[in-house]
């Protein structure tokens, strides 16, 4: 039987389950908006180890393996992990996955990581190959700020539409059995470029490909906006998220009464992040906290989640040249 | 061999020519035609892209002008004057003007450093932003803030090789700037 329909969504046949979900975050996230929503909140962005790259692999093993130990399963119950981080050739899930021994795809999809990750597994799941999977992804503040820009204590001043990197990694374990939200359709996004080159403004590259994968979607399953209780993207910030839905506006779809982007929902106006958060922990951690949560208690009974990458990299934009971005989808239904 | 067969001949290798000509005309046409299309979707696609960067900057928070000019003056102001209170200090001892500015330059390069260290230098510059990276204190601030930040990937490849990622292309064009400078200065003498 073909579960593709339309373009490039897929709907399952046997909607694998979420069923079990943690996240671990930083100092800044821990006095954020979503205060009670983190299993572990770090004192400070080293927690006691060498690098900022240790700490971030630090993170994604104590993110999986919480989420594994949630749900009463061993480590080696787990027949495959799906993971990605922001650093170059994935450094911190490599070493992370050094320690948890267990059969490994690293991903890069920059921040769309997480969805990614869920919708590959969702897939092997329906496909028979396999009964649990884990999809994994991280992203560290000052490691990321190092990668991508200029040295931490750099006196330089962001512009208020910049990002600010979130310090986190959240793990989703998704199962053949089980009680849970259930993931029912993915839709695969294109690499979309609308010719920003700023690396300071993501949210604004990312948004058409945002823009790009919801249209799709709803044409793809033939549903409505209205159809989800909620519509979340993963890192657009706030400009990023008014931008996707004006131009969903002037394709004639209307979003803004059921849509959030997960950027917003992590700090305060206070703690001066600008335009929202970033990074692959961002929906991460959104995902496995407040959603997962809500999920659980039925406050929220079908939500559209999308994941949004941007897929530059220093060269790139050293070298000029316009940020691709992609965004993926899944719909998770309780 | 008949004179009429070499005619005949040559007829047809001229009919060739000519209907190779033809089709290299024509080819020559559609690949005008392509290129013409190709020009036409890369000014549509420079078309959008303008009008997305417009909607982007129209929705895009301006930085607060007025507000990060007051800060970069005053905060730049108040450096100057610290180091123009040490060198005032240094010549009330009784040295030469040119010693005392060589010992405030060296002593406010200790202090960006220093404040680099501690972390709190760049929590002012977040707020002063040129006022706070002009003067040397900020200089100090780009090759402290590397050479820390590099320190865990040793002393060759992190702290010695890194530490002039940011003030590398200030010391490369300054120098440069000078050596123009100094010609110029010797040719009218």
């Known amino acids: ?334 | 061999m008949h004179i009429s067969d070499l005619g005949g001949q040559n007829k047809k290798r001229l009919n060739y020519k000519i209907a190779q000509h033809r089709t290299y005309n024509l080819k020559k046409g559609d690949n005008m035609t392509n290129e013409i299309n190709k020009k036409q979707e890369q000014t549509q696609e420079k078309m959008q892209q303008l009008e997305y960067q417009n909607k982007v900057d129209n929705i895009t928070p301006k930085p607060p002008l007025f507000k990060n000019i007051c800060w970069a003056f005053v905060v730049g102001g108040l450096i100057c004057i610290l180091g123009q209170l040490i060198a005032d200090y240094f010549e009330g001892l009784g040295l030469s003007k040119k010693d005392a500015s060589a010992y405030a330059t060296a002593i406010l390069v200790f202090l960006g450093s220093f404040f680099t260290g501690l972390g709190l230098y760049d929590d002012l510059g977040k707020r002063a932003g040129a006022g706070s990276i002009v003067p040397i204190t900020g200089f100090a601030n780009s090759i402290v803030a590397p050479a820390m930040e590099f320190k865990r990937e040793g002393y060759v490849f992190g702290v010695g090789a890194k530490m002039f990622v940011i003030a590398g292309p200030v010391l490369v064009y300054g120098m440069v700037t000078a050596f123009i400078i100094g010609l110029i200065y010797w040719i009218r003498q």
């Open chain 1, 1 to 334: 039987m073909n579960k593709k329909q339309g373009m490039q969504s897929v709907v399952f046949a046997n909607p694998p389950i979420i069923t079990s979900t943690a996240n671990i975050v930083g100092p800044m996230e821990g006095e954020g908006l979503l205060q009670g929503y983190f299993d572990y909140i770090m004192p400070d962005n080293l927690n006691g180890l060498a690098s900022w790259e240790q700490c971030e692999s630090y993170l994604m093993e104590y993110a999986i393996k919480k989420a594994v130990a949630k749900e009463n399963s061993e480590m080696e119950d787990i027949d495959c992990v799906f993971a990605g981080d922001l650093l170059n050739q994935l450094m911190s899930t490599h070493f992370a996955m050094k320690n948890l021994k267990r059969p490994f795809l690293g991903l890069y999809g920059a921040c769309s990581t997480m969805v990614e990750g869920m919708l590959l597994s969702a897939i092997l799941l329906d496909g028979g190959f396999f009964n649990k999977i884990v999809a994994a992804a991280s992203s560290h503040h000052d490691a990321a700020e190092r990668q991508y820009r200029f040295p931490n204590e750099l006196g330089v001043q962001r512009p208020p539409g910049a990002q600010w990197t979130v310090t986190g990694s959240g793990a989703v374990v998704v199962s053949k059995l089980g009680n849970g939200p259930r993931i029912t359709t993915a839709t695969i996004g294109k690499v979309v470029d609308y010719g920003i080159k700023d690396p300071n403004a993501m949210g604004p590259a990312m948004a058409p490909a945002a823009v790009d994968t919801i249209w799709q979607h709803l044409q793809d399953t033939e549903r409505v906006p209205t159809y989800y209780d909620m519509i979340f993207t993963g890192d657009l910030g706030s400009v990023g998220r008014d931008l996707v839905i004006q131009l969903l506006q002037e394709k004639g779809v209307d979003i803004s009464a059921n849509y959030q982007d997960c950027g917003c929902m992590i700090y305060s106006e206070e703690q001066d992040a600008h335009a929202g958060a970033s990074g692959c922990a961002s929906s991460a951690i959104v995902l496995c906290g407040f959603i997962y949560k809500r999920l659980m208690t039925s406050k929220l009974k079908k939500i559209l989640f999308l994941g949004t990458g941007s897929l530059h990299s220093t060269t790139s934009y050293q070298q000029k040249e316009s940020i691709p971005c992609i965004a993926h989808a899944v719909s998770i239904e309780m």
